[in-house]
T-cell receptor
């Protein structure tokens, strides 16, 4: 079945440093979504990418969808303590099942 | 307020004692699903439902049952819980559930149910 891998699993950064998490799928995705889960909370939708090579920005967050629609990345510029949490990518293949990556847990030292 | 609710939020039970976790959404969403979250494994889909009376298996359906008799409710049933079902469970809903473009497949998650099976 479809597999979605995320790296790294954990990342410690100093406040102000940049952060990137990578997502790779074993199959071509029709679209990819990114979610953020704060400690003790539930996943919250951040963004969806649909087109091959698409790049979207939300303030300090930059999301990319690979040309082959099998990989994606989330980059945070100048991290803040409010960025702490676990970031998940999730993708649909041709069907109706959404597969999540294992998540990247971001910790920010003030 | 648009939301997904789950009950109970916390549950400690014993092996073999049937339990139901309820899930309800007030957004008139077609698609509902259940996930379990375990450390290092991310969110794994248990079952999903495209509409009333339509349910399908996700990645890890063994040991679980679901039903979708009404659009707003999607209960998760554990007929005979075992310790390996100890986990954090999330219910989610979206307008639609296919891989087509558009915000209609954005997942809205409930607050989670932490289940411990002794």
């Amino acid at each position: 079945g479809q597999q979605v891998m995320q790296i790294p699993q954990y990342q410690h950064v100093q406040e102000g440093e940049d952060f990137t998490t990578y997502c790779n799928s074993s199959t071509t995705l029709s679209n990819i979504q990114w979610y953020k889960q704060r400690p003790g909370g539930h996943p919250v939708f951040l963004i969806q990418l649909v087109k091959s090579g698409e790049v979207k920005k939300q303030k300090r967050l930059t999301f990319q969808f690979g040309e082959a629609k099998k990989n994606s990345s989330l980059h945070i510029t100048a991290t803040q303590t409010t960025d702490v949490g676990t970031y998940f990518c999730a993708g649909y293949n041709a069907g109706n099942m959404l597969t999540f990556g294992g998540g990247t847990r971001l910790m920010v030292k003030p | 307020e648009a939301q997904v609710t789950q009950n109970p939020r916390y549950l400690i039970t014993v092996t073999g004692k049937k339990l139901t976790v309820t899930c309800s959404q007030n957004m008139n969403h077609e698609y509902m699903s259940w996930y379990r979250q375990d450390p290092g494994l991310g969110l794994r889909q248990i079952y999903y439902s495209m509409n009333v009376e339509v349910t399908d298996k996700g990645d890890v359906p063994e040991g679980y049952k679901v039903s979708r008799k009404e659009k707003r409710n999607f209960p998760l049933i554990l007929e005979s819980p075992s310790p390996n079902q100890t986990s954090l469970y999330f219910c989610a809903s979206s307008l639609g559930g296919t891989g087509l473009a558009g915000a209609w497949n954005t997942q809205y998650f409930g607050p989670g149910t932490r289940l411990t099976v002794l």
